[in-house]
């Protein structure tokens, strides 16, 4: 294996605390520490880059190599990794950015080129600019460049939000679970050097103002593709808050269907944006088994995070609502509606919670038979606030965490 045997020095380790001044130098020292301590994390990581022995092989990583005699003696990788289990073994280059820094093109085509010279099938890249899989990366670089190496963008906080998810992993021992609290620990740091996702693309204002006129958009407009791709990062970047905030596993909901593929959610993203002018999102929390569920309506510019809840067996419909009052009796949200839903159409029935408290009785009178399902909802409706690119996230985020405080506040999340 040329890419050990040829290494000027295999002394520069990554470690949990490290040395470097460098935004990316530390995340991504911290981050490979973390892989060494952590088989389990480490083989579902590296399993999205094709490998699959990294678990049970044996394995070893470095920071900033190089290579004797090399052709490339100005190329220096910023980390190395590579594992063996018999005659199978598997390397990757590593190129990290952090806080503003770009991935450049012309630095990936050298790394590509050292690792063709010395055997190394993968090159990784992780910055702050997302991707929508792994082996899509957010660069153009063509295939002949890359000399059939193969290539995986990660984003810092699509890292971040997979090490969140690891906190539920039944098979990590105490002590890969200590690490992994660690390194999130100063991955959620503010000078850590990722950066979330904080603002639409430039064409959003854009695309706001055509949804409320005569002839709309479509999806062949120009920056129609670039809308639907921030939505997504958005959701991402939201999902993986939502798991911080919760400490469990929070996972994405699609309107495609549990089992879609990402093609497929792709395709029906597009279309609730061209044909209703929808954004939307589910985010499904395990534990208890809620689905908090998040639109934005470009044409009405505004955001609904709802909830359906969980309703206690055995109660009719006067029991039912006294239950709900005593749920939401300390609740500071008089700007909430609720949905009663009944079998068939015609009794469904909405009201503001404040409306509700005062006079419940409204809702009894309906029906002796409980309601199937009660939905309570918060909205943000400001025209000014859902055209700016930034403040649009800023109401979105704050509007679902206030949705996920309610539901801690009632003991619906624990």
């Known amino acids: 294996m040329k890419y050990i045997e040829e290494l000027i020095s295999d002394k520069n380790t990554p470690r949990l605390i490290p040395s470097f001044k460098q935004p990316e130098r530390k995340l991504l020292s911290v ?25 049970t092989g044996t394995y070893q990583s470095l920071m900033e190599v190089s290579y004797k005699g090399s052709k490339y003696p100005d190329v220096r990788p910023d980390g190395l990794v590579w594992c063996r289990r018999g005659q ?27 690792a063709d010279q010395v055997g190394v099938p993968v090159v990784i890249t992780i910055s702050n600019d997302f991707a929508l899989k792994p082996d899509e990366p957010p660069y153009n670089i063509p295939k002949a460049k890359l000399k059939s190496r193969d290539l995986y963008h990660f984003a810092w906080a699509d890292i971040r939000t997979f090490l969140e998810l690891q906190r539920s992993n039944a098979d990590l021992c105490e002590f890969e679970l200590y690490v992994l609290d ?3 620990e100063f991955f959620w740091e503010d000078g850590a050097g990722i950066r979330t996702y904080d603002a639409m693309p430039e064409g959003w204002p854009a695309f706001v103002e055509a949804s409320s006129t005569a002839l709309g958009f479509n999806s062949n407009i120009k920056g129609f593709s670039e809308i639907v791709y921030g939505w997504q990062q958005e959701r991402r970047d939201l999902c993986s808050k939502l798991t911080h905030n919760l400490h469990r596993r929070v996972s994405l909901r699609h309107s495609a269907g549990i089992r879609a593929d990402e093609d497929t959610r792709a395709k029906e993203d597009r279309r609730a ?23 934005a309506d470009l044409r009405a510019c505004k955001i609904a995070c709802s909830m359906d809840l969980p309703l206690p067996d055995g109660k009719g419909n006067k029991a039912l609502t006294t239950w709900l009052i005593k749920c939401l009796a300390d609740v500071d949200a008089d700007d909430a509606m609720l949905f009663f839903d009944w079998p068939g159409t015609k009794d469904d029935m909405q009201i503001g919670l404040a409306k509700f408290r005062d006079d419940p009785e409204l809702v009894v009178a309906i029906r002796k038979d409980a309601p199937r399902r009660i939905n309570i909802s918060l909205c943000t409706h400001s025209v000014r606030r859902f055209k700016s690119r930034k403040l649009f996230i800023e109401d979105l985020e704050a509007t679902a965490f206030r949705m996920l405080n309610l539901g801690q506040q009632v003991g619906w999340i624990l």
Do not use: H
């Open 31 to 55: 981050f490979m520490a973390m892989l060494e301590c952590s088989p389990n994390i480490r083989a579902e990581f590296l399993a999205q880059c094709g490998c699959r022995i990294a678990k």
């Open 88 to 114: 199978t073994d598997w390397a990757a280059f590593i190129e990290a950015k952090a806080d503003v820094g770009k991935i450049r093109t012309e630095q990936i085509q050298d790394y590509a080129q050292l």
């Open 182 to 184: 660690q390194c999130l």
């Open 273 to 295: 944006l061209s044909e209703d002018y929808l954004i939307t999102a589910g985010f499904y929390i395990e534990n208890e088994k809620l689905l908090l569920d998040v639109r």
